[in-house]
């Protein structure tokens, strides 16, 4: 079926360090597929997305790249903030009657130490 | 634009209560999802509206839960019989008919079931 499968968490980094979460997808067809963030009390915010093959979705400093022949979309931030610390979420489309809804992994909680 | 809202932002019922949820989404935004999120775990998808026509239901939405959207602007979420199983946080997305796939979430109604 299609589902999204995301890096066990928690992650706990310093301020500064190199952030990769792994995310990877089974989907029939080609989803459109997105990094979302919730940020404690709060909704769910778009980070980024990418919608084909090898495009890449960035966003604040944030960055991931459509990867067909591994079917995955890793999360990477070159040095990440105290600001960061949140719960992480990739997700994938899937075409249902006129729309499209969204497929989301558990969800990574990042805390980022200053 | 103002965000998707939602009313109440916390709700605690006692188990066979019958609890009711509003969603107001982004003005002129023709689309509007629910979604069930359970403490550790990426949300759930519900149901879907196209205006006022709901035109998908997940195997997820039981007898007791009715979605409403009777004139193509706020939605409401009901659950009749409330049980303890249905205790998490309920999702409202909004986007509009044309445009790209992403969705826009509101805060979420937080459920207690005791």
Known sequence: GNSVTQMEGPVTLSEEAFLTINC??????????????????????????????DDKGSNKGFEATYRKETTSFHLEKGSVQVSDSAVYFCALSLPIQGAQKLVFGQGTRLTINP | DT?????????????GQNVTFRCDPISEHNRLYWYRQTLG????????????????????????????????????LE???????DSAMYLCASNPLTGAPEQYFGPGTRLTVT
């Open chain 1, 24 to 53: 990877t997808y089974t989907a029939t067809g080609y989803p459109s597929l997105f990094w979302y963030v919730q940020y404690p009390g709060e909704g769910l915010q778009l980070l980024l997305k990418a919608t084909k093959a």
């Open chain 2, 3 to 15: 965000g998707v809202s939602q009313d109440p932002r916390h709700k605690i019922t006692k188990r």
């Open chain 2, 41 to 76: 775990q990426g949300p759930e998808f519900l149901t879907y509206f196209q205006n006022e026509a709901q035109l998908e239901k997940s195997r997820l939405l039981s007898d007791r839960f009715s979605a409403e959207r009777p004139k193509g602007s706020f939605s409401t």
């Open chain 2, 79 to 85: 659950i009749q019989r409330t049980e303890q199983g």
